[in-house]
């Protein structure tokens, strides 16, 4: 299978590289409370775009870190982004993260599409055998969309977040390339 350009495009969404010019952008949904709270289990505390901007030139730099911008395929908007990271080269393994930072771009599957573009590259270019994530087990939109891409549910981490006065499990979900290519 050749893919070329099609490689980092999906039906809905295309992946491109993180350009400097979306900084801003991130800043502005990483200083969104309901947005950090659904990507990250520590505080929800915003970002300023100068520790934005710092993030960017690091990752940029990473070894162990692929970051993408997610954009809508008909016109090129910007909705968020994606990546692998955490790369475990001796298991060919790496753990996805994505996040849909414009709430108007939500439910819509964008999501769905932007992971299943993403495994399309780990497992075609990178040549990963496994991908694997976390997510929050009241995070009901993101697992249904997980599963959709082909995730399976592996385990849970009991009670690891404390928000709002209970507590809530981590999901951790995985996929194999032999399931993906099924």
Not at 25 to 31: E, I, L, R, Y
Not at 51 to 76: H, P
């Amino acid at each position: 299978m050749i893919l070329g350009s099609e490689l980092l495009q999906g039906k809905l969404v295309k992946l491109t590289v993180l350009e400097k010019s979306d900084v801003p952008q991130f800043a502005a949904w990483f200083s969104d409370i309901e947005f950090l709270r659904l990507m990250s289990p520590f505080q929800a505390y915003p970002v300023s775009l100068e520790e934005e901007e710092a993030w960017y030139e690091n990752q940029r730099k990473s070894e162990n870190e692929m970051n993408f911008a997610i954009r809508v395929l008909e016109d090129s908007r910007l909705i968020g982004s994606c990546g692998l990271k955490n790369f475990n080269y001796a298991a060919a393994g790496a753990e996805l993260g994505i996040g849909i930072g414009d709430p108007e771009a939500r439910g819509k599957g964008y999501g769905t599409d932007a992971v299943k573009t993403l495994l399309k590259f780990a497992f075609l270019e990178l040549n990963l055998h496994r991908v694997g994530l976390q997510v929050f087990s009241d995070n009901a939109r993101a697992i249904s969309s997980y599963k959709k891409a082909g995730f399976q549910q592996e385990g849970i981490i009991r009670e690891a977040i404390r928000r709002d006065g209970k507590y809530t499990d981590i999901v951790m979900m995985g996929i194999l390339r032999r399931e993906w290519e099924a």
